[in-house]
């Protein structure tokens, strides 16, 4: 902590009148990150209004984060359940989504919440997988699960299957 204090050029007591130990510290930076790349994926979906298009399109661009962001990913297989009903990063927007497909009759008529965990530990075990078995196709691996989670959500079968292959939007600016 004391290196990390240096680096952050703070005194090692005001270290302390922010984060108990390194684990919390960690745990901040991590949900900062999220809370980027839950903007990131914000910015790419504006317009989308389809609430099962925003869930496929952030499970599959979350998956993608093994490759872009890997030493994040690294905690999360560790810490990322803790994660899960966060309010910030990822969790917020998913919840949001979920909560906007159940409102609309688009997802069957489930708490959100408890989808939330669903949704949330299928994508951390993918990301296990990911690290188990780096040679796996993750954009295809990405697609079948975020077919799967629609179609737990309700969403019909064929419909599902369109909307997790769909093209990802690109990327805004």
Not at 116 to 137: M, N, Q, T
Request: charged share 30%.
């Amino acid at each position: 902590m004391q290196a990390i204090a240096e680096r952050a050029d703070v005194g090692f007591g005001s270290f302390y009148n922010h984060f108990e130990s390194k684990a919390e510290l960690l745990d901040a930076a991590v949900v900062d990150v999220l809370e980027e790349f839950g903007e990131t994926i914000d910015e790419r979906l504006r317009g989308t209004d389809d609430p099962a298009e925003l869930v496929a399109v952030g499970l599959r661009l979350s998956v993608r984060m093994v490759d872009s962001h890997p030493e994040l990913m690294r905690v999360l297989r560790h810490r990322g359940l803790g994660h899960i009903h966060s309010d910030r990063g990822l969790a917020p927007r998913a919840l949001r989504d979920l909560e906007s497909g159940v409102a609309a009759g688009r997802f069957v008529a489930v708490d959100p919440t408890v989808a939330l965990s669903a949704l949330g530990g299928s994508l951390l075990s993918l990301v296990e997988l990911r690290f188990a078995r780096p040679g796996i196709d993750a954009d295809e691996a990405a697609a079948n699960l975020a077919e799967m989670v629609l179609r737990m959500l309700g969403v019909p079968s064929d419909d599902a299957r369109d909307i997790a292959r769909r093209p990802l939007p690109e990327r805004a600016g």
